[in-house]
């Protein structure tokens, strides 16, 4: 029976680091595609993600809609992503298994989410265009949220 018991929490610690390790591996992503936005943007190099008029990174960046309240919203996930594995870095640092400040990362990926939703509507609705690389890092803060949340059960 105590065996039993050992073999289930054992279980669920390598399930936690599972999630811990990937969540990092996403924020990583999520760094070098907010390099990779911020360069294109600092060259105004888009001819890699520039697939046509309603796909593009330039036509996005041309529209002046890539800023708010002065930053630019390259400047944001430079700044996003590193936040983001500094604290699943200090929660799995913690001394426990699973992504253990859940109660201070969740609500900061939701924000995140609210972000990309306002994001999502500067693009489909006012500018009419979409980037590819902005919608990759949307997909990067949704998926740390998806494991946020299972790191949960």
Known sequence: MVERNLTAESGAAGHSNRLSKIFLILGTLGIADACYSAYENLTQSFSSCDVNSKISCGGVYASGHTSI????????????????????????????????????LLPILMIG?????????????????????????????????????????
Do not use: D, Q
């Open 113 to 153: 989410n609210l972000f990309t939703i306002f994001l999502w509507y500067l693009e489909l609705f006012v500018i009419g265009i979409i980037c590819p690389v902005c919608v990759s890092l949307y997909f990067i803060n949704y998926a740390m949220t998806a494991v946020a949340i299972r790191s949960m059960t």
């Open 69 to 104: 309240f002065g930053i630019p919203f390259f400047v944001m996930g430079l700044v996003w992503f590193p936040l983001l594995v500094f604290l699943g870095l200090l929660a799995t640092k913690s001394g426990k298994t699973a992504l253990t400040h859940i109660e201070i």
